[in-house]
């Protein structure tokens, strides 16, 4: 309860400078978890050369994005805003919670977003065959199905949809071992990936 205490006290500090600090170019967010917060720790620069800010919470679910993103989002008046979000909900980190509640929390930011006229980038969950942490799981089959209600509400609404999963998934349905030595978490060369998908689409 501490730790997350801190990470809160910590990103509440944080939003009070950005919002307090000029910038003449309007900051991308990446709204996410542990796969959004330990990709600055990897490569700092892609952040600051790129003008992101960096908003993943480890262990966070859509719910409790869902919860922040008004305070992480909305009030940074970001031009854009990236959503890589639901492998936690997979996991159970909250409990259980079926894929359409995750995906409608998905839908319920982009909402928000898209009202604070905020351009969104929708992004495909990680591959995943099994989780660490919570090993009685099988989370393969699910990981595919959500990344198909996401690309494809991106896909009618128009919203462009970063697919990390086709260019790291293996042969098992899970993460390339060359791009992530966890299952789950991305390595340097897993996140030089995304970071190339990432750019190529923002620059369209």
């Known amino acids: 309860m501490k730790k997350d205490l801190d990470i809160l006290k910590n990103n509440d500090e944080e939003n009070d400078f950005l919002t307090q600090t000029p910038n003449h170019k309007k900051p991308i967010v990446l709204m996410g978890d542990s796969i959004t917060e330990f990709w600055k720790a990897n490569n700092e620069s892609f952040f600051s050369s790129n003008n992101f800010i960096n908003k993943g919470?480890?262990?966070?679910?859509?719910?409790?994005?869902?919860?922040?993103?008004?305070?992480?989002?909305?009030?940074l008046t970001p031009s854009k805003v990236v959503i890589l979000a639901g492998i936690n909900d997979i996991a159970e980190n909250t409990?259980?919670?079926t894929l359409e509640a995750i995906f409608e929390n998905i839908v319920s930011m982009v909402e928000l977003a898209k009202t604070n006229k905020i351009k969104v980038v929708l992004c495909a969950v990680i591959p995943s065959n099994a989780f660490y942490w919570n090993p009685k799981l099988q989370p393969a089959d699910k990981v595919i199905t959500l990344n198909k209600?996401?690309?494809?509400?991106?896909?009618?609404?128009k919203i462009?949809?970063?697919?990390?999963?086709?260019?790291?998934?293996?042969?098992?349905?899970?993460?390339?071992?060359?791009?992530?030595?966890?299952?789950?978490h991305p390595n340097r060369n897993g996140y030089k990936i995304m970071e190339s998908l990432l750019l190529k689409v923002l620059n369209n």
Do not use: E, H
């Open 57 to 75: 919470i480890s262990g966070q679910t859509t719910t409790q994005m869902l919860l922040r993103f008004r305070q992480d989002v909305i009030n």
């Open 95 to 97: 409990g259980p919670i």
């Open 149 to 157: 209600m996401i690309n494809a509400y991106a896909t009618i609404n």
């Open 160 to 184: 462009p949809f970063v697919d990390y999963y086709t260019a790291m998934v293996d042969n098992n349905k899970g993460l390339n071992k060359k791009y992530g030595d966890d299952g789950v």
